[in-house]
């Protein structure tokens, strides 16, 4: 079945410095793929999409590019914020039946330092 | 406009009960769906209402079970509880389908 890989965490970086956490997707079709965010004690946000290949998801400061030849979503930001503390989920979305289901990567714990 | 409520926020459990957790979609929303989250397996999808009918079902045994109502209010159902039973359980909605998922805080549901 379809499946996501993330980089593994904990992710630990001082503030203003470059972020990348990697993710790669094994899908049979053409999914949306997605980056969520979840703060502590919270839900899910979702922070970007990305519907077709070579589309850019921006939000916050944060992108990520659809690469279908390397099956990848890598999430990316210039300088992060203590505020950007949190976990980070890739997931893709994958339908059946008419229903929308979501497939997650195991998450990646970031802390940003001061 | 509101947001995704569930509740109740905290639930502790023993094995062998049964456990109902309720989710109210944003107003106008009609696809509820809920997730597992653990530390070891992460997110995983449970299953997915819309206008009361369940359209798929992740691979949870028959002790996992859900409704929906005619107002769009989600519930869902564990029976039998075991050790591994606890987890976060996400609900999400959504207008339809493709739409943007957005979830809720969640319910902590703790078995001892």
């Known amino acids: 079945g379809d499946s996501v890989t993330q980089m593994e965490g904990p992710v630990t970086l001082s503030e203003e410095a470059f972020l990348t956490i990697n993710c790669t997707y094994t899908?049979?079709?053409?999914?949306?793929l997605f980056w969520y965010v979840q703060y502590p004690g919270e839900g899910l946000q979702l922070l970007l999409k990305?519907?077709?290949?070579?589309d850019k998801g921006s939000n916050k400061g944060f992108e990520a590019t659809y690469r279908k030849e390397t099956t990848s979503f890598h999430l990316e930001k210039g300088s992060v914020q203590v505020s950007d503390s949190a976990v980070y989920f890739c997931a893709l979305s994958d339908f059946d039946e008419g229903a929308q289901k979501l497939v997650f990567g195991q998450g990646t714990r970031l802390t940003i330092n001061p | 406009k509101a947001g995704v409520t569930q509740t109740p926020r905290y639930l502790i459990k023993t094995r062998g009960q049964q456990v109902t957790l309720s989710c109210s979609p944003i107003?106008?929303?009609?696809?509820v769906s809920w997730y597992q989250q653990t530390p070891g397996q992460g997110l995983q999808f449970l299953f997915e209402y819309f206008s009361e009918t369940q359209r798929n079902k992740g691979n949870f045994p028959g002790r996992f079970s859900g409704r929906q109502f005619s107002n769009s209010r989600s519930e869902m159902n564990v029976s039998t509880l075991e050790l591994g039973d606890s987890a976060l359980y996400l609900c999400a909605s959504s207008p339809g389908q493709g739409e943007k998922l957005f979830f809720g805080s969640g319910t902590q549901l703790s078995v001892l």
């Open positions: 107003s106008g929303h009609r696809s």
């Open positions: 990305a519907t077709k290949a070579d």
């Open positions: 899908a049979t079709g053409y999914p949306s």
